[in-house]
């Protein structure tokens, strides 16, 4: 009796070793995937850059034949120009601002929340956002209607996907840098994204008032680079001190 009494107290203890009580999961902590990868904590003493870009010249946007789909007509009562030239009261929207050059050899695990890409109106919303590569972007269809994004990447692997109203929204990475991915909709002519992918986390898009900010750049010389899809790309060089922000505008004339 009491061999009997030491053999369950042996087979509990066993039991206890290996996760008593049929709690089958309860050793998983030691084998458990690594959490996705928190981004990087900003230096002590980073610094960063803002602007303003503006714009001197023509705006010449037409307005979109929005009737090609009575769905998207509906959605638009005032009509709506291409937008190629986002301009108002001499300032531009629409620019990716980035680091071009002087983060080399430095690595930046790609962050875990995701950057999202909607049909909405027959438009994309946003038009122009940079990500980090390893970044999901959820690409989604707030409209009535059929859209089909297709993305000419160049550097990463063309994607070309229907997205019927209704149908859940899909998550797409980038595993290159590419600067720009062109993302256009096979359906509505006229809608058109751009998104800038790269492997860091210092890139940002221009307001409608042309204002950006890049934030916790750590101190060095850069270059940096303002991208516009019709008026093309302009450098400046910049160094930024300890704890520094610096100033860097752009110009852009009409083409
Ligand atoms: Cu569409």
């Known amino acids: 009796m009491s061999r009997k009494l030491l053999w369950l107290v042996a087979l509990c203890a066993v039991l206890a070793l290996v996760g008593c ?23 002590a003493n980073a610094g960063g850059v803002s602007g303003t870009v503006t714009f001197a010249g023509t705006d010449t946007d037409t307005p979109i034949a929005f009737s090609a789909d009575p769905v998207c007509a509906s959605l638009h009562k005032t009509p709506a120009d291409t937008n190629e030239i986002a301009a108002k009261d001499g300032k531009l929207g629409n620019v990716f601002v980035y680091v071009k050059t002087g983060l080399e050899g430095k ?5 875990a929340d995701k950057k999202e890409l909607d049909q909405q109106g027959c438009l994309y919303t946003p038009r122009v956002q940079g990500i980090q590569v390893g970044q999901p972007l959820t690409i989604k269809n707030t409209d009535a209607t059929l859209h089909n994004v297709h ?13 019927p109203q209704g149908l859940p929204p899909f998550d797409k990475t980038f595993d290159k840098q590419e600067l720009m991915v062109h993302v256009k909709c096979d359906v509505h002519p006229w809608m058109t994204a751009y998104v800038g992918v790269l492997p860091h986390p ?6 409608d008032d042309g204002t950006f900010s890049i934030k916790n750049l750590p101190p060095g010389k850069y270059t940096l680079e303002a991208w516009h899809e019709k008026l093309g790309t302009q450098d400046q060089e910049i160094t930024v001190g300890p704890s520094q922000t610096v100033t860097a505008n752009f110009d852009f004339k009409g083409k």
């Open 151 to 163: 993305a000419l990447a160049k550097t990463n692997a063309e994607f070309n996907q229907a997205q």
């Open 21 to 43: 009580g049929g709690g089958d999961k309860k050793d998983e902590t030691a084998s458990a995937p690594a959490p996705a990868a928190a981004p990087a904590a900003p230096a």
């Open 202 to 207: 210092f890139f940002a898009t221009t307001g």
């Open 107 to 111: 690595t930046f695990p790609a962050p």
